[in-house]
């Protein structure tokens, strides 16, 4: 079983395992026993055995073996009528796990946890996640705690033939986790390395006849896919690859009566999809299509755990002077964790990569003391953006 399917088949449990939360007097039609056997790696034994803690407390039951058992299906499930004392009549799922991790040290070495559950889970984006946490440490003027040649190699190992990357070394290629490979590299001055034509014609490839995007070749459209073309192609000096002119109607007829943007036009507005709008629109000096004092409104009511997307967008259309920043601050330094460092998306959740770098550049765009300005539409350090746009 590939590492993919594994994550797919943990993943569904804890789905599982919340929809019986949500829904306790729910109660299901059958119980689901899930056996693993032949984990050969020690570490990923112990951590999948983990699990039982969560999964006991739904309807499900996980059994792990470790190697050394009998490679006999049937010897196996006999085991599994024992340990299920005969009170389920289970969908049993048996299949070796070879697990240990191929491939080049360096595609990993500079995330010392690969081997963690949460590693495997988040494997399909890991491209995001290294620019999450690489633009963190340059926020922080900390970059130069890792080894950029060695990310800088990973990072190229994730390009795709079409010229798009992958959010991981052999995934399918996206726009998504393209934008990331894009800023990652900027990050360390190394946008050189890459062949800018053939990943701007994979962009360019990708916009539709009404001036959308898709974000890969399975053809879904969203206006993140419209924002990560217009931010890429002009990172890399490429605008003119694509019909501007279109791309920006297309954005526009996504504008909703509340000011707002949505996905699709009709769709309801987001501040996520707000921010991809605005920037956008940021991008191409085409703010004018804005209502500025109608999505103003709408995004000074948003709820705070979206600060980045909320902060960036007033900030892009001249009105966060209309927000108590002072509470904002204050609202993202509750969200640490201050033993084990991190930002989550509401005081005492659980942090991760994702909201620490929307925090942290949350506070950069209030003027934080000791961090460096980010830009509001592009996303990395303006010192960075300078110097793609300044240098040249």
Wanted: hydrophobic share 40%; glycine share 8%; with cysteine.
């Amino acid at each position: 079983m590939s590492q993919a399917w594994l994550s797919l088949i943990i993943t569904a449990i804890f789905l599982i395992n919340r929809l019986s939360q949500q829904l306790p007097g729910y109660q299901w039609k059958s119980n689901i026993c899930l056996c693993f056997y032949d984990v050969h790696h020690s570490s990923w034994f112990l951590k999948l055995n983990k699990l039982l803690d969560v999964v006991s407390r739904s309807k499900i039951s996980l059994h792990l073996f470790h190697n050394g058992l009998s490679d006999n299906r049937q010897n196996i499930e006999d085991v599994l009528d024992t340990t299920c004392d005969g009170l389920y009549k289970p969908i049993v799922v048996v299949e070796r796990l070879k697990l240990a991790l191929s491939g080049p040290s360096s595609s990993y070495s500079f995330s010392p946890k690969k081997d963690d559950f949460e590693s495997v889970v988040m494997e399909h984006l890991r491209l995001n996640g290294a620019y999450w946490g690489l633009t963190t440490l340059d926020v922080l003027g900390k970059l130069n705690a890792v080894d950029p040649d060695e990310v800088v190699s990973w990072v190229m190992e994730c390009q795709h033939e079409s010229g798009g990357f992958g959010g991981n070394v052999g995934h399918d290629p996206h726009m998504l986790y393209t934008l990331s490979a894009i800023q990652v590299l900027a990050l360390f001055d190394k946008i050189d390395v890459l062949d800018v034509e053939k990943v701007a014609n994979y962009i360019a490839s990708l916009q539709n006849e009404d001036g959308s995007f898709s974000g890969d070749m399975w053809g879904e459209i969203d206006t993140r896919f419209s924002y990560v073309a217009i931010c890429s192609l002009a990172l890399l000096h490429r605008l003119d690859k694509i019909n501007v002119e279109r791309a920006v109607k297309y954005i526009v007829s996504c504008k909703n009566l509340d000011g707002g943007f949505g996905c699709t036009p009709g769709a309801e507005s987001h501040a996520g999809q707000i921010f991809c709008c605005v920037g956008a629109l940021a991008i191409t000096g085409s703010l004018h299509h804005v209502d500025k004092d109608l999505l103003g409104w709408w995004l000074c009511e948003r709820q705070v755990c979206y600060s980045w997307w909320v902060l960036s967008s007033l900030i892009m259309i001249d009105r966060v002077h209309w927000i108590d920043k002072k509470k904002l601050v204050n609202f993202i330094l509750d969200c640490q964790d201050k033993e084990n460092g991190g930002i989550s998306d509401r005081p005492d959740d659980a942090v991760d990569v994702f909201h620490t770098y929307f925090g942290v550049a949350g506070l950069s765009l209030l003027e934080y003391p000791g961090l460096k300005a980010v830009d509001p539409a592009y996303a990395l350090p303006v010192d960075v953006v300078n110097r793609i746009f300044l240098a040249k």
